[in-house]
């Protein structure tokens, strides 16, 4: 008989069977349930609704609830999504909520934070659940947002449902699922100091298009793979869903443990790999030395191109943040370019939570504590002329009008986000391309889509950022 890969051994386990295989349908125990304030509220009204207003979550110490995406805007409708997980945390005595205080659920735009490390506020819930502890390798998370997926990077399964699914495991900690099959993506090689994961998913996608992963797992392994940071790894599983994949999920390493041991609020959990026999649907690889900076043009993440074809492509506005390219090394990758100079078009920079943006404060361009006459990685990015907000989604998910970063018109826009269908960043006259930090921040210096190579001619040091 055939071995498991990891994705089926952990849904075996889940489901307390010795095996599985793909396309048999189990119930399976859920370790963790996120929500946020866009899907949260849908969420709460269906628990309510099927479960009665009196009862109570299956596991209060299990259900994360994460603000993160419209709440910078004067936008009542927001306030109140904001409000209902307040209430809904409050009777139901639940431990982890990451509330914005400064949501007043009064009329007007709430200030933000003034220091990133003074608030309960967290930020993006991709970014946030790792850094709070809530991911380990080998179980299962769900959450009401399709780029769930990210937490993968981690060795364990998690994904995204909808209002429905989230509210039956609010109530009995469990879901079905059916067994996807693997796809199997080895990278070899080291990467080049001009290439980040996001070329790497771009590539992915562009081979196999937006539907090529249809509910599959899109397993990401290779010695190009173990050499990146697990920030990076996260960009490769956020993507998964952008071709269709059920989930994305990486190899358990010693940099996997070693951050989830400094974070975790569990002191267990259990490391699966794939067994020497597995079966793969799909299997494709790739070396990094022949990979160029990749771009995806509108309106579709696998409307894959190079940089340097697009090169004729002049930008109105350039992008770097969200849970895909908001992360500390992606900061210190975009000002390592940055620095030193001054950007030709709007320059947006949204960190992907409070932890990054407070780190963007204390580190230096090297990922190091700053001295006392060193630049910070903000100081740098504002000098360049960026504009930097508040952590959050932001411009990610279009929003309200007045939503930081967000395109109102025909405006093109090179952006470390992940997806560029027509108005996911507001306008939906708007062109949207999607490429690494490196290329968003050499495309804002020249004031159109640029190669990053053109300035990128060594290593980016990126130090301890992001480790632990």
Known sequence: MPGMTMTEKIIARHAGRAQVRPGENVWVDVDVLMTH?????????????KFGRAAKVWDKKRVVIIPDHYIFTADEKCHR???????????????????????????????PYVDPTRTHYRGVCHKVLPEEGHVRPGEILLGTDSHTCTAGAFGQFATGVGNTDAAFTLGIGKTWLKVPPTMKFVFHGQIPPYLTAKDMIL???????????????????????????????????????????????????????????????????????????????????????????????????????????????RIDQAYIGSCTGGKITDMIFAAGILKGCRVKVPTYVVPGSTEVHADMRRMNLVGAARGPNEKSIEEILLEAGCHVGPSGC???????????????????????????????????????????????????????????????????????????
């Open 203 to 313: 590539a992915v996608i562009g081979e196999i298009g937006v539907a090529g992963a249809t509910y599959k797992t899109m397993y990401f392994t290779g010695d190009a793979i173990r050499s990146l940071t697990l920030e990076d790894r996260m960009t490769l599983t956020n993507m998964a869903i952008e071709a269709g994949g059920k989930n994305g999920v990486c190899d358990v390493d010693e940099k996997t443990l070693q951050y989830v041991r400094h974070r975790s609020r569990n002191r267990s959990w259990d490391v699966f790999e794939d067994d020497k026999n597995a079966e793969y649907c799909y299997q494709k690889q790739w070396d990094l030395a022949t990979l160029e900076p990749l771009v995806a043009k509108p309106h579709s993440p696998d409307n894959k191109d190079t940089a340097g074809n697009c090169r004729h492509v």
């Open 394 to 468: 932001s411009a990610c998910l279009g929003g309200p009008p007045d939503t930081f970063g967000r395109l109102h018109s025909g405006e093109v826009c090179i952006s470390t986000t992940n997806r560029n269908f027509p108005g996911r960043m507001g306008s939906m006259a708007a062109a949207v391309y999607l490429a690494s930090p490196l290329t968003v921040a050499a495309s804002a210096l020249t004031g159109h889509i640029t190669d990053p190579r053109e300035f990128v001619f060594q290593p980016i040091p990126t130090g301890m950022a992001g480790v632990r």
């Open 81 to 111: 999504n904001v409000q209902i997980l307040r209430d809904f945390v409050r009777a139901q005595g639940l431990e982890y909520y990451y509330d914005p205080e400064f949501v007043k659920n009064e009329p007007g735009m709430p200030n």
């Open 37 to 49: 304030d866009v899907c949260g509220p849908g969420t709460i009204g269906i628990f309510h609704e």
